[in-house]
């Protein structure tokens, strides 16, 4: 079994390649081969026991992906991607990594030839939805995107969707709810401070918090997160017809939720480090987003969520912290 990963150097990236070091297996198969592959230089996972190939590639440079696919891998996961504040901030570049890079990707695994056919996972985004909503989002709601990033993931979900249904690839794509708490330093979405006010918190420094406590959003931990990716790698795709994008599962919380597990977690101590500072532009984005979703069909394939925001605080004290606190 050959995996190739594009966008590893990515916060999933670097997660996903870790955890198929640590199963060593997918689908009963022995991972032999693992090509990372992105603009800035991938780390090969500590302990992989395999051949692990790392590239530096622009996928978002027309011929670049064609290169990649001179190997054959069995399976793309496909995460390479800007996220939504910098794709609102500057048209071009999102449209050019988000949708170029995705079309071009494609494009070279239809031209590889030789009856090539590999397993894709795409990971779309919950921006694909956009206001008015109904109280729960089912699977059947229309995809009408509010943000550029939200219009570049809903396109590559219907070539997704097409170039599989043409015989070209096996595409599974799942939009992911918001990942927190997103380890490392603050980066351009707009939904950042989600993890912010917790991640900071926890390490004893302040953050900022820009909207209402009443503000209610759907997230998943970065572990579970990367279960659904090897999920989607692994899971018999005839079960999902000519459907091929799933909404993933996640928690529904307010951000008073999420203040009120930091509190179980870590005291009144790191709840005091959060600053109120409503910041109007981020508040504008925020009440376009979806809150929460009726998951019944990814649910009933085997995805799961996280049980609890508890949950989602404890995992990173484990994954990012040794377990505790500093
Ligand atoms: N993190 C979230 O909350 C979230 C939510 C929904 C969807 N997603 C999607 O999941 C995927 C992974 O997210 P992440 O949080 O790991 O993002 P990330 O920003 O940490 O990683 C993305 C990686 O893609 C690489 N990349 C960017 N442009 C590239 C190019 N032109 N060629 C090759 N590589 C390039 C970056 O260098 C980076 O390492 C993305 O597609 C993202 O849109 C993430």
Redesign the pocket.
Known sequence: MHIMI????????SKTAKRLTQKGQLSGKRIERLTL????E?TAPDGFAGTADLRV?????EG?AASLMAERPDIII??????SGEAEADFAKGY???LD?ARWLFEAIRLAGDAYCPRVVF?????VFGAPFPDRIGDDFILTPLTS?GTQ?AIGELLLADYSRRGFFDGVGI??????I?PGAP?R?A?GFFSNILREPLKGEDAILPVEETVRHWFASPRA?VEFIVHAAEIDTRLLGSRRNLTMPGICATVRDEIDALRRAAGDGAVALIRVAPDESIQRIIAGWPQEFDTKRAESLGFCADASFDDIIRIHLEDEMQGGRS
Do not use: E, F, Q
Request: charged letters at 10%; aromatic letters at 2%.
């Open positions: 594009i966008g590893a150097a990515g916060m999933l990236g592959v992105d603009v800035v991938p590639c622009d996928l978002s440079v670049a496909h995460l390479a991607a800007i996220v050019a990594i988000n890079g990971t779309s985004s919950i921006a990033y993931k939009r992911l709810p918001t990942i927190c997103r980066n979405a939904s997160a």
